[in-house]
């Protein structure tokens, strides 16, 4: 239901004023309009419906002042009126036609008394507001409450007071155990309690239970309710559902809601219920930090006050054997380092995991040449699904202000998932980080891709063993050169006194191009990088080597895609036996073929080997006749073989003796 004031009423309005008139609204005039729709704007240009349309005419019973800037006019239909229907109110000067106001309504009746019937009292309202309404309208008697809708007032300290509460608990609040979803079976039960969502106040008054929940989530749902003459309160009521969204009911009532729990596939539950007020949260995650920061740092001193040189976009780690250091959160466990070696002939870096000893566990060198780290996949070795490490590890708020542990030499990272965030410039975009998880049985270290929700893009996980780690040239996948990242990264100063962001848990570093550096003591020696470049098609980070003038000296690029990194030594090469009686063997998937020749005269059959066994079985034996002359002339001949068994076969010949038959050719194929 809509209302407004007409043009032609401020038109007119202003002329009674000048010529000093009083402005006079005094008859209400109802009417049907058919297909009026009660929501749609009202034009205020309208006029008076047609004549045939009117139904009721009435004088106003009653004005009223609300305030100098607002006055009533009400009219009170008796039991004495009707009968109609009506959707169309206006307020209008009886002398001059000109219309004050106007409602558009859903059609409502209006029924007389008659034949002993009880007819009904409608009382309808117009509060005209505008500047100097009480001088203007000479209206000086108070209005009476009845005249005046408070509707819109209640509903707007209504709305207030759910701003402030979200101002103070946030799009949710839950407190103690109350709205947890807790398992039995196959049975969840709603714990009972009282929570805030969408700023209402609520209270579960008993526990609710719910069957069979699979992939889907668990949802509190509010709304705040009454009518006119009850006492409005918040309803409460659970529901299941993969994704609910805010709404409005049937009968007009907005509804909050808030998923508290996620049920997965195998009916496991994730509790999604922020605890307490913000103040509350705010406490204690700073308590959080606070115990971190209690913590011990390192299994030796390392130096307080000092930090890592750079700034957000790249960090330079100076000293004859550069690194950075992932540490546990216990500092007597083993930790992970990435070591640089300038005078290595075969290296430039290592990733070794040491314990709490410094003893080696294992060391993997980087490959001293430019090309791209190869996958277990790439070279199908039958690898598992790599793990999918991001359950404890979605994005959350990097904190400022507080710097990664070490100096310009270690930068230690400390944490369950120690990390090296590569960041772009929009926080929002993807990014690249180096994680280790020292609780695998199979990779210490992870090189992923994420996006913005915290969903990875694809998995890197570096083997736990020692070794060299291969390039795809090394499996001889003929890839394209990598691509030459340095073009517009030549060396410069690195500047002193900024520090690239993060904790002892997390280092982000932003830029277009943000990366890591290993420097030497000697600034105008060679020096390595890992480098980020989140637009490349083909791979997100690179490892590269460059001299005091900027130009590469190798470039090695990591593949986008999940995977296990390979060493040398995982490559299977392919081998052969080249001879008349040959095979060949894939290195990768182990498939053999066979190939010989064998003698057999007209109508014999011949048990003859292959060359070499099938480990599994022969699939497929071609065998074909062969002729020494070549000749074949008008002879009819036919070939017949068989796989008896993984090391023999049996073949037969049927042949004119008119041509030279010197037996038969094979192919063989198996696993």
Known sequence: MSSVITLDFENWKAQQVAAGNPVVLDEFVFAY???????????????????????????????????????AYSVTLGTEVGNFDFNWIGLLNKASGVIGMITHAPTQKKIKTANGLQGNVLTRSFLLEFEGAAKETAITTTAETWQ????????????????????????????????????????YTVKKGLAYVGGLRGILKFDQTLNSLRNTRVYADFSYQGNLVSQWKTAVKITAANDLKNYIDAAGYPHYVFAVASIDNNGDISDLRPKGTLSDRDLAELDEELGKVKQDYAPKKWVAGSFARGDESSVVIKGSYPRVNFMQSNINSDYLAFEADFNSDTRDLYLYRRDSQSDNVYVLGFPKKTGMLATLDDITLGLAETKEVADNAAPKKWVAGSFARGDESSVVIKGNYPRVNFAQPNINSDYLAFEADFNSDTRDLYLYRRNAHGDNVYVLGFPKKAGMLATLDDISNNLAGTKEVADNAAPKKWVAGNFARGNESSVVIKGSYPRVNFAQPNINSDYLAFEADFNSDTRDLYLYRRNAHGDNVYVLGFPKKTGTLARLEDITKSSALKSNDGWWECGDTGVIIQSGMISVGDNDVVTAKFPVPFPNECTSLVVTARSESGNWGSDVLSAYGVAISQSHMRVSLCANFSAAIAGVSFIAIGY
């Open 148 to 187: 005046i809708d408070f509707t819109a007032r209640l509903t707007g300290i209504d709305e207030m007071q759910r701003l402030i509460n979200t101002d103070s608990y946030g799009e949710a609040a839950f407190f103690g155990d109350g709205f947890a979803v807790i398992r039995s079976g196959d049975q």
């Open 33 to 71: 309009v058919p297909d009026l729709d009660p929501a749609q704007p009202i034009n205020r240009n309208e006029k008076l419906p047609a004549q045939s349309h009117i139904v009721h005419r009435q004088a106003v019973n009653k004005t009223g002042l609300a305030s100098e800037n607002a006055v």
